[in-house]
């Protein structure tokens, strides 16, 4: 299906030959998929490993490559959080390289059988795993998803478009370089991962319009990027990552597990999508555990925004050290990404659930009870993506998981949703071994 | 995710009253889902029982209010192809309501777990079936895919929200009453099935725009209203319907076999997307084979439109009764939909897997062969939702393929590829059981 006219996100028409030259590199692209698709394991896993050994041969180059990325990044004022993020030292470029083998050692999913029986007429369908074709991917300034999105793509048979933030660009240019070579050393197509990086951002808006030659879109990175993609992408999008996590601490919760489950989910890393944003107390057990959550919080710098009832239960507790305010109504849908946290009171186990699943991004939330009945009503009832039941929300990650590297977690419910590893980029296809069979 | 401006197909800005009306609709449908989502299979399909009885018992009224639309849709001069899918009679409404017991019949896929393991830790992971939330369905005027929908949605714990055909929406209106009045009468709230048709194109056009609201979009119908939907919407859509199929008869076919396939996969049923449209044969049997299948075809009144090679052999050939004229290239990427058949002589196995590749919209192919080598590499090779071997296209089928009733045949790779059934109406959710565990 092809389009007369694009347009960019800001309405503008898009020059038409950034779009030309972006469905080229796509339809190349699907060429070369073509051929990865019918290659057996043992070839892709050697060709990972190759991949892997050049990237960590080459290290020095793509870290100089980055080097100047850093610096013009730190020049323009780039935060630390970013730019730490940005940086790709010959140390993380072997660990990226370790990450490759680790995919390599994973199991393939092409070819899997899903499903098959033999119809009344004698005709036997099986339904097998076959790759997705190509997956365009576009991503902030984090030189490590190129190589991550890069290894599960081939393995799971898959060709790859990126673009990724222009920040990384020579870092990106540099790694993209080292994969192609790689691929051309072991008799593939180079044009099985490109980049449209030299496109600018008409390259990435080329690439949400690009329907026919790229098969879907993913987007990861921050809120305004996945919205963007969303609004304006023909090409079938799946929806990634933000989290506005909850922990429920249930009337009948062990307040004792509950503190450590808390702390980690806000603490343990801030600024992932994983990470709690709000804490969700019933009233039966708020005047024991607020006084307690909070002062445990405090020592790790969290600020509060409490509601009414949590905020004078804490007040009246006098907590050292306590930054707290009223929230306001906004706090209630904010994904902070720092050292904040929202904490309400609720009635019972209902209005949590329904608080919840109002407010939610529907990524991960987390119930603290001993209450059988309040689990399963918990579990059941709770929309989203992954529910973890006394344990923390950091779990929520295709590493953790067994997935090795992630491709991004999936926040809605088409296709795939949570972590998704190389199982969820796979497409199906149906085959029917017949006799002549004719419809009557 | 909420967007400021709705714009309505034609580019002009939609009314915002009918926006708000239609996401009211799709948001009271999403409460009642909650309710539905937690039902038993035996509350189920009990209901479905009951909503079978109440179109058995009303079809009088439903059949009425469908003998206006005929009247009026004969008038304004409806083809007979079309009027034919808008009839509902009393007959039809009968045999609609059986299907529905059918579908009460087959298993329900929520609560299925789908993979599940614990992880070093200790923390127990299941995947779970769970519903898809609010399905969109934009229709043509067909009224029994308002009660295959319908039945399918409340099976698999999903609400519905239908806008049909202009033309058949007294018949629609009648029948979501009775199936309003079944889910009352059962405790369910009738928000569960509802349709937008009172607000027109607007009521698709507000569809498509209700990201957040509405989980995902089906368009069920001409390549146009797919194409629209594709094209316009937010909101997540399965690509329905439109099939260019091939049947490629191989050097190593039964060419006695061939004949009726392929007559089968062209006219046991004209019209409809697993019919098929091109006849591709290797050239090691076009002389023997062409003759006999264009004689076969022209006695079912089948149109040939040829390649050169395939014209000169079929001429030779003085076919009685046949007609046929010269394909020209528009001829391989149309889906005719009528007694019309593309004929292509081809080289090589290699040429016919590119040819269709490059034209197939990715619905059903078939090979007729005895080749073990030509079978795998058709198989493997032909990038489509369904490749047939030795049997007819019309096979790709979801009542053909077990699963009841029907959703629609999907032609792209995300969620779901081929046929639609209950299974395809699900996604998943997962679940970790804890005791206590945080992250390192």
Redesign the interface.
């Known amino acids: ?1 092809a ?1 007369n006219e694009q347009r960019r996100n800001d309405g503008q028409p898009l020059d038409g030959g950034v779009y030309a030259a972006v469905c080229a590199k796509a339809d190349a692209a699907a060429r070369a998929q ?1 051929g990865l ?2 290659a057996s394991t043992e070839v892709k896993d050697a060709l990972l490993h190759a991949m892997a050994d050049a990237l960590s041969d080459h290290a020095d180059r793509i870290a100089a490559a980055n080097g100047e990325d850093m610096r013009e990044a730190r020049e323009a004022g780039m935060d630390e959080g970013k730019l730490d993020r940005l940086n790709f030292t010959v140390e993380r470029i072997g660990a990226c390289a370790e990450g490759v083998r680790h995919v390599s050692s994973l199991p393939d999913p092409i070819g899997q059988v899903v499903r098959g ?1 033999t ?1 009344p007429n004698g ?1 036997r ?1 099986t ?1 097998v795993r ?1 790759p ?2 190509v997956i365009g991917m576009i991503y902030e300034a984090r030189p490590n998803v190129t190589v991550d999105v890069a290894s599960l793509c081939l393995k799971s048979g898959n060709a790859a478009i990126l673009r990724g933030g222009h920040e990384a660009r020579r870092t990106n240019a540099a790694t993209i370089e080292v994969i192609a070579n790689a691929l051309a050393d072991h008799g593939f197509d180079p044009a099985l991962v490109d980049s449209v990086d030299e496109f600018g951002r008409d390259g990435a808006t080329a690439m949400m319009q690009a ?1 026919g030659h790229i ?2 879109l993913i987007p990861r990175g921050g809120a305004g990027l996945i ?1 963007a993609v ?2 304006n992408s ?1 090409v ?3 929806e990634t990552g933000s989290g506005n996590v909850h922990v429920y601490v249930d009337a009948g919760a ?1 307040l004792d ?1 509950a503190i ?2 808390v ?3 806000k603490t ?1 890393r801030v600024g992932v999508c994983n990470a709690a944003e709000k804490l969700v107390v019933h009233r039966a057990v708020a005047d024991a555990f607020l006084p307690m959550i909070a002062q445990a919080l405090a020592n790790h710098g969290v600020e509060l925004r409490a509601d009414e009832e949590a905020f004078d239960i804490i007040s009246d507790a006098q907590i050292r050290g306590l930054r707290m305010s009223h929230a306001v109504r906004e706090d209630w849908d904010t994904e902070y990404l720092d050292l904040t946290m929202g904490v309400k009171v609720v009635g019972s186990l209902q209005e949590a659930i329904d608080h919840i ?1 109002a407010h939610s991004t529907g990524h991960t939330e987390s119930i603290v009870s001993r209450d059988y009945e309040a689990i399963e009503s918990f ?3 709770i ?10 929300t ?3 990650d295709g590493g ?3 997935f090795g590297a992630e491709l991004g977690i999936s926040t ?4 795939a ?2 972590p998704m590893g190389l199982q969820e980029m796979t ?13 009557e």
Chains 1, 2 share one sequence.
């Open positions: 299906m389009f073509a698709a019918q029986y119809l005709l369908l339904q076959v997705l074709g329907r098969d879907v919205r969303v609004t023909t079938p999008v799946i062990d597990m450590p489950i702390v980690n989910a343990q699943n579990t059941r009832r929309d989203s993506a992954v529910v973890m039941v006394n344990a923390s950091r779990f929520t953790v998981f067994g809605q419910k088409l296709h949703r949570g497409s199906t296809k149906w085959i029917g071994y017949g006799s002549g069979q004719v419809r």
